[in-house]
């Protein structure tokens, strides 16, 4: 009868944990947020004749409605993640009620708003938003598309 | 002598763009997403007392009495203000011009959220009809008041350059996008001819234009 020998167990068990680490980020489901309003208009910030280029500033709120049932009981990491859209940088700052981390994030990178364990299958909370831009745009209209990434510990 | 000067003047460029879009859209709410359109595209100009973000209707007044004894003799004669605007209306309150009696402080932007959002600047410019007039009828060119100007803390003092009024229209300086420019004209007038006695006066009217 063959036994499994000690350095297969190992290789094997690396290779799972390693799976498993490539696993993360989740994609988590937030189609059940929503924003107030839903199409910002930008606002120019002050300028002043000592500092050149002041950009462009917005406010709104979002309720958050982040999917969660899969991870129940899990524990990790919650990240909000604001895909590049442009060259031209976003710049996302918001409070929260509490549930949330409040944070800051730019295009094209991801920031933490949660971290523990998932006790409910859902994530809600509203935070206030300010978004700031600069006056680079490329084109008129932008379209920002957030998301929630979940990585399991 | 008096010389009116326009109001500060606050004018937006196509304020409505993007509202029916943001109407089509209202109803559709799907995940943390949104639309986002650019501030629309500005200009801003502040001439003597003003109001930040807002329209002010002062028209601040210059003037000279010349005394007897140095009537036309050629000696250029400080103008005083009645402006008391000394800090930049704009952002960050600094006291640009620190004697306003003696300046009047004139302030500018243009501002666009990209390359194809309009031109790359906007053009600053003032118009002074020919003469200064008294009651009488008696006449003084307007050529005869010039400025200088001067930026308390600015390293670019003369952004907006000294001149001569012309009695016309006449460009000041072109304005880039998405900078603000300030600094404060102090006026004279030059005296190099005997007048009909009175009080002559006159408006200037500054324009920032981006088409």
């Known amino acids: 009868m063959m036994r499994p020998r000690p350095a297969s167990a190992l290789v094997l068990a690396l290779a799972l944990l390693c799976a498993s680490a490539h696993a993360n980020p989740h994609r988590l489901d937030d189609s059940g947020s929503h924003t107030v309003p839903p199409n910002v208009q930008m606002q120019w910030r002050p300028m002043t004749s000592r500092s050149s280029g002041a950009g462009m500033e917005a406010w709104l709120r979002v309720n958050l409605r982040i999917d969660t049932a899969a ?13 590049r859209d442009e060259m031209s940088t976003i710049e996302a700052v918001w409070t929260s009620q509490g549930r949330l981390l409040p944070g800051r994030l730019v295009s094209g990178e991801r920031t933490l708003v949660y971290a523990g364990r998932i006790a409910s299958p859902t994530l809600e909370d509203q935070i206030t ?3 700031r831009s600069g006056t680079d745009w490329q084109g008129s209209r932008r379209r920002l598309d957030f998301h929630f990434e979940f990585d399991a510990d | ?26 109803s559709v709410a799907h ?3 949104l639309s986002l359109d650019p501030a ?19 028209i601040n007044l210059v003037q000279v009495s010349v005394p007897g004894a140095q009537l036309g003799n050629g000696v250029a004669q400080a103008m005083t203000s009645n402006s008391t605007q000394s800090t930049s209306l704009y952002g960050d309150g600094y006291t640009t011009c620190p004697t306003p009696s003696t300046q009047v402080m004139v302030g500018a932007s243009y501002q ?15 118009t002074s009809p020919a003469s200064l007039v008294s009651a009488a009828g008696d006449t003084i060119p307007f050529s005869q008041i010039s400025w200088t100007v001067s930026a308390a803390g600015s390293s670019v003092p003369g952004v907006i350059p000294a001149g001569t009024f012309s009695g016309a229209t006449q460009t000041l300086t072109t304005v880039p996008a998405n900078r603000y420019i300030e600094n404060c004209h102090t006026f004279r007038y030059a005296n190099s001819a005997l007048r009909a006695a009175g009080t002559y006066t006159g408006q200037v009217t500054y324009t920032i234009t981006s088409p």
């Open chain 1, 71 to 83: 991870w129940v009981g899990r524990s990790g990491r919650v990240y909000m993640v604001l895909p």
């Open chain 1, 129 to 131: 938003v300010r978004l």
């Open chain 2, 1 to 26: 002598m008096k010389a009116h000067f326009a109001p500060a003047r606050l004018s937006h460029l196509a304020a409505s763009a993007g509202v029916l879009l943001a109407v089509l859209q209202a």
């Open chain 2, 31 to 33: 995940a943390w997403s």
């Open chain 2, 40 to 58: 629309s595209r500005r200009v801003y100009l502040h001439v003597g007392n003003g109001t930040a973000g807002a329209d002010n209707s002062t």
């Open chain 2, 112 to 126: 666009r959220s990209n390359s194809s959002n309009g031109p790359a600047s906007a053009t600053l410019s003032v």
